[in-house]
């Protein structure tokens, strides 16, 4: 067990010199992941709700695509598909890009919870009380002013509890990883279980890991919730 915990956060290292565990790569691609799928929603879920169908159908293809499809073929497009395209690899710029897996694995994550995450906004920004818009509109407050101070900050802070979730699953999502060969935590897991067949044990420490990473995650988020969702309660 002592050898499986040392495997565990022994760095990978990468051509370039540079060093990596398997926990500290789960830790990053979740962040970066759910960041850029953030904030890739913040102006999706404004076009998904509005009343111009030329702004609202592209944004409402793209959920029903990248939501439709499951995200281990996705990122097989992303990772095998897309490069094996000879327009792309005459490219030099995509050529760049898609050949580096990290790079892949991050698009293909970012995507599919970008999409996830402007339909929860969405849902939010339909669910804003009439009366509080109309008041903001009373105030002098239209066009763009009125989403940047009222309605995308309402719509976060209520879409919270959901947007948590989101955010779980995206970190058990990164266990697909592995396929592109990207070291995070299952790839580490399998690694050591082929080297040493201790499958409980190599498989158990990788289920610990990420039970402790959801249960930080499920605390900040309920750190979150009390601060930013305590004007909810007051009104019951």
């Not at 002592?2 to 022994?10: A, D, M, N, V």
Request: charged share 15%; proline share 4%.
């Amino acid at each position: 067990m002592i050898e499986l915990i040392q495997e565990y956060w022994r760095p990978f290292i990468y051509s370039d010199g540079q060093q990596i565990t398997g926990l500290a790569m789960t830790l990053w691609l979740t962040s970066v992941s759910s960041c850029l799928g953030l904030l890739l929603a913040l102006p999706l879920s404004i076009a998904r709700t509005s009343s111009r169908r030329w702004l609202r159908w592209p944004v409402q293809s793209f959920t029903y695509v990248f939501r439709g499809t499951p995200l281990y073929i996705q990122l097989l497009i992303f990772y095998t598909g897309i490069y094996s395209i000879g327009a792309v690899r005459e490219q030099p710029l995509l050529d760049a890009f898609f050949r580096e897996a990290l790079n892949c694995t991050l698009l293909a994550f970012a995507l599919n919870t970008a999409a996830y995450t402007t339909e929860i906004l969405a849902g939010a920004i339909r669910a804003m009380p009439r009366g509080e818009i109309e008041a903001a509109r009373s105030l002098g407050f239209d066009g763009w002013k009125l989403y940047v101070h009222l309605i995308m900050p309402s719509a976060l802070r209520r879409s919270l509890p959901y947007y948590s979730n989101e955010v779980i699953f995206m970190l058990h999502s990164t266990t697909l990883a592995f396929t592109a060969t990207v070291p995070d935590i299952l790839k580490v897991a399998r690694d050591a279980n082929a080297a040493t067949f201790l499958t409980f044990q190599s498989f158990g420490l990788a289920a610990a890991l990420y039970l402790c990473i959801t249960f930080a995650l499920i605390c900040l988020f309920r750190l979150a919730e009390r601060r930013w969702l305590s004007f909810l309660d007051s009104n019951r």
